[in-house]
C-alpha cells in the first residue's frame, strides 16, 4: 500500500513565523501535490511537483513556496505565516504514468492555527 | 466558473436508504476522469470510485455507483443501503487528461457533509 506521511498532525505558530510542512512518501512517486482544505471550499491546489527540484504553482501559489529536493519528500513553506494561512494541508502523491483512473493518495493532513 | 460544483452542503439520511450527493463539473477537454473520495473524520482521504468520459457503462464499486450523465456534466454519486460509517465529507474531483497543463493533478469540489441517522 502507499503511504504518504505528513510530519505534523497539528501545528500551532505565530503570524510571521517561517513554517515548514513536511510529506514523505514510499512509493517511489514522481507527482506530489500540496492541498489545502476549507470548510465549503473544498481542497484547493497550491503547487505540485512532478519530478525532483521540478515545481508548478497551483490555483492558490501565493504566500507558499515548495521544495522538492529528493523523489521522495516534497516540503511546504510558508515564508511569513498569516492567520489567513490557517487551514488543513493535505499533501499527495501519484505515479507519472499512472493510468487516467489513478487516484492520488493523500496523506492524514496536518491542521496549521496560525495565531 | 467552478470547475466542480457540490450543491449540498449537507444532507442527512436514514440508516439502509440510498442517498445521491450531486456533482456537477465544467471543462472543455474531450478526455477527463471523474473520481469521488470520502473523508471521515480522522480527516484521511479515502477514493471510492472512478468515471472515465469515455467510458460506456456507470461505475460501480460495492454499495456505490455513478449516475453519469455525459450531456448534462454531471457526475452523481449513489449509496445504497446506508450505514453509519458512512457518516462522512465526500468530494468529487476531476482530472482532465488532454490539457497538458493539467498534469495529473485533481480539482475538487466543495464537499458535501452527509450525516446517516439511526
Known amino acids: 500500500d502507499v503511504k504518504v506521511t505528513q510530519s505534523s498532525r497539528y501545528l500551532v505558530k505565530r503570524t510571521g513565523e517561517k513554517v515548514f510542512l513536511e510529506c514523505v512518501q514510499d512509493m517511489d512517486h514522481e507527482n506530489m501535490f500540496w492541498y489545502r482544505q476549507d470548510p465549503g471550499l473544498g481542497l484547493r491546489l497550491i503547487y505540485f511537483s512532478y519530478d525532483v527540484k521540478m515545481k508548478e504553482k497551483g490555483d492558490i501559489p501565493e504566500g507558499y513556496s515548495v521544495s522538492r529536493e529528493k523523489k521522495e519528500r516534497f516540503s511546504l513553506i510558508l515564508e511569513s505565516a498569516s492567520t489567513n494561512q490557517t487551514s488543513m494541508y493535505l499533501c499527495?502523491?501519484?505515479?507519472?504514468?499512472?493510468?487516467?483512473?489513478?487516484?492520488?493518495?493523500f496523506g492524514n493532513g496536518t491542521r496549521l492555527t496560525v495565531t | 466558473a467552478q470547475k466542480i460544483t457540490q450543491t449540498q452542503p449537507g444532507m442527512f439520511v436514514q440508516e439502509k436508504e440510498a442517498v445521491t450527493l450531486d456533482c456537477t463539473y465544467d471543462?472543455?477537454?474531450?478526455?477527463?476522469?471523474l473520481f469521488w473520495y470520502k473523508q471521515p473524520s480522522s480527516g484521511e482521504m479515502i477514493f471510492l470510485i472512478y468515471q472515465g468520459s469515455y467510458d460506456q457503462q456507470n461505475a460501480t464499486e460495492g454499495r456505490y455507483s455513478l449516475n453519469f450523465q455525459k450531456a448534462r456534466k454531471s457526475a452523481n454519486l449513489v449509496i445504497s443501503a446506508s450505514q453509519l460509517g458512512d457518516s462522512a465529507m465526500y468530494f468529487c474531483a476531476m482530472r482532465e487528461l488532454m490539457i497538458k497543463a493539467a498534469g495529473n493533478k485533481l480539482t475538487f469540489g466543495g464537499g458535501t457533509r452527509v450525516l446517516v441517522k439511526p
Open positions: 499527495a502523491s501519484s505515479s507519472q504514468g499512472a493510468e487516467r483512473n489513478s487516484p492520488l493518495h
Open positions: 471543462t472543455s477537454d474531450p478526455s477527463y476522469g
